[in-house]
């Protein structure tokens, strides 16, 4: 990121960095502490560094994905397995990747103009306190 903010700061038109953390920072499950914490790090530098670039119009934040069908999850659960996680989820389904890449492209738009240092969860409402 360092490299990219330089360059976008250089050019001094302002811009967007989106990072792709996980919802494991703010949740966990067995076995995820590294990972856990490694996400949960990335939220917490975004927001620091979004207050070091805010005033060159660079905005810099975060997309959070939930439980989203990719080949990486295939690894691990098949269409049986899966379905807890489906179950557990408010909107009844995995998410997809086009649920994260919508969330990311707006995050570069002009409709995003005033969102900086957020990490923005795209889990169907998975993380909510209490649903599980």
Excluded: H
Aim: some cysteine.
């Amino acid at each position: 990121m360092k490299s990219e903010i330089e360059a976008m700061l250089a050019q001094g038109a302002g811009g967007a960095i989106v990072n792709t953390s996980s919802w494991l920072a703010k949740g966990a499950l067995s076995g995820s502490a590294a990972y856990s914490a490694s996400k949960a790090a990335l939220d917490a530098m975004i927001r620091a560094i979004a207050l070091d670039v805010a005033a060159s119009g660079l905005r810099v934040n975060n997309v959070n994905p939930g439980i989203i069908d990719t080949p990486m999850l295939r690894r691990f659960v098949d269409e049986e397995t899966a379905k807890p996680w489906a179950a557990f989820t408010p909107m009844q389904r995995l998410g997809k990747a086009e649920d994260v890449g919508d969330v990311a492209v707006w995050l570069c738009t002009d409709e995003a103009r005033f969102v900086t240092g957020q990490s923005i969860l795209v889990d169907g409402g998975y993380t909510i306190a209490g649903m599980r």
